[in-house]
T-cell receptor, first 115, second 113 residues
Framework: EPEVTQTPSHQVTQMGQEVILRCVPI?????FYWYRQILGQKVEFLVS????????KSEIFDDQFSVERPDGSNFTLKIRSTKLEDSAMYFC?????????????FGSGTRLTVV | AQKVTQAQTEISVVEKEDVTLDCVYE???????LFWYKQPPSGELVFLIR??????QNEISGRYSWNFQKSTSSFNFTITASQVVDSAVYFC??????????FGTGTRLQVFP
C-alpha cells in the first residue's frame, strides 16, 4: 500500500475552472510539498508546508494556487482559475522530518489536463 | 546558484550493456543531499538513493552503483548488465539547506532487447 495516495489520478478540466488535488499520507508526516512536472520536462518545486503554514514557495506558486490541510489528514492543492499551462503532473511529497533521517516519498501523481 | 545538470538527454543501449548516467551539481553549501529517482513510463517517481555531502563512499545496490565525487561535483549512476525494465527517465536532484529538491532535466534511458 502506498505511503501517499493522490486523488484523482487524472483530471480533465476546462480553462478557468477551479480544481482541487488531494493527497492523503498514510502515516504521520511532518513536511508536505507539491511539485509539478510539465510533460517531458523536469520536476519543479511549487510549495512546502509545515506546521500548518507555507514554509517556502516558488515563483510558480502565484495567487492562483493555495494549499491547506483542513482536517489534519488530507493535504490539498487548489488552483483557482486554471490555465492551459497548468496542465502537468502534480506530485504530493511527504517526509517525516529532516531529510538527513527521512527521505522524500512521492505520491503517484495527479495528471491535470486543462482544455 | 543551485543547479543540477544532466547533460545526457537520451541514452540507448542493448540489454546486458553497462550504462552510466551523469549528474553534475552546483552549490555553495557545505551540507547538502543528492538523490536519484527513476520515472518509468507509468509516471511515478521512484526513490533510488540519497547521499549526504559528508559521505563520499561509493554505494552499490545490486546492479546499481553510485559514484559521488565532491572534487568534480558529480554524482554518477551506473547500471550494470542493463535490462529492458531499466528503461525509464532518471532524475538527479539536489537538496541544500532549504527543504526543496532541485531536479535535473532527466536522462531517458532506453534498453533494447
Amino acid at each position: 500500500e502506498p505511503e501517499v495516495t493522490q486523488t484523482p489520478s487524472h483530471q480533465v478540466t476546462q480553462m478557468g475552472q477551479e480544481v482541487i488535488l488531494r493527497c492523503v499520507p498514510i502515516s504521520n508526516h511532518l513536511y508536505f510539498y507539491w511539485y509539478r512536472q510539465i510533460l517531458g520536462q523536469k520536476v519543479e518545486f511549487l510549495v512546502s508546508f509545515y506546521n500548518n503554514e507555507i514554509s517556502e514557495k516558488s515563483e510558480i506558486f502565484d495567487d492562483q494556487f493555495s494549499v491547506e490541510r483542513p482536517d489534519g489528514s488530507n493535504f490539498t492543492l487548489k488552483i483557482r482559475s486554471t490555465k492551459l499551462e497548468d496542465s502537468a503532473m502534480y506530485f504530493c511529497v511527504v517526509t517525516g522530518g529532516p531529510v538527513r533521517r527521512y527521505g522524500y516519498t512521492f505520491g503517484s501523481g495527479t495528471r491535470l489536463t486543462v482544455v | 546558484a543551485q543547479k543540477v545538470t544532466q547533460a545526457q538527454t537520451e541514452i540507448s543501449v542493448v540489454e546486458k550493456e553497462d550504462v552510466t548516467l551523469d549528474c553534475v551539481y552546483e552549490t555553495r553549501d557545505t551540507t547538502y543531499y543528492l538523490f536519484w529517482y527513476k520515472q518509468p513510463p507509468s509516471g511515478e517517481l521512484v526513490f533510488l538513493i540519497r547521499r549526504n555531502s559528508f559521505d563520499e563512499q561509493n554505494e552499490i545496490s545490486g546492479r546499481y552503483s553510485w559514484n559521488f565525487q565532491k572534487s568534480t561535483s558529480s554524482f554518477n549512476f551506473t547500471i550494470t548488465a542493463s535490462q529492458v525494465v531499466d528503461s525509464a527517465v532518471y532524475f538527479c536532484a539536489l537538496r541544500r539547506n532549504t527543504d526543496k529538491l532541485i531536479f535535473g532535466t532527466g536522462t531517458r534511458l532506453q534498453v533494447f532487447p
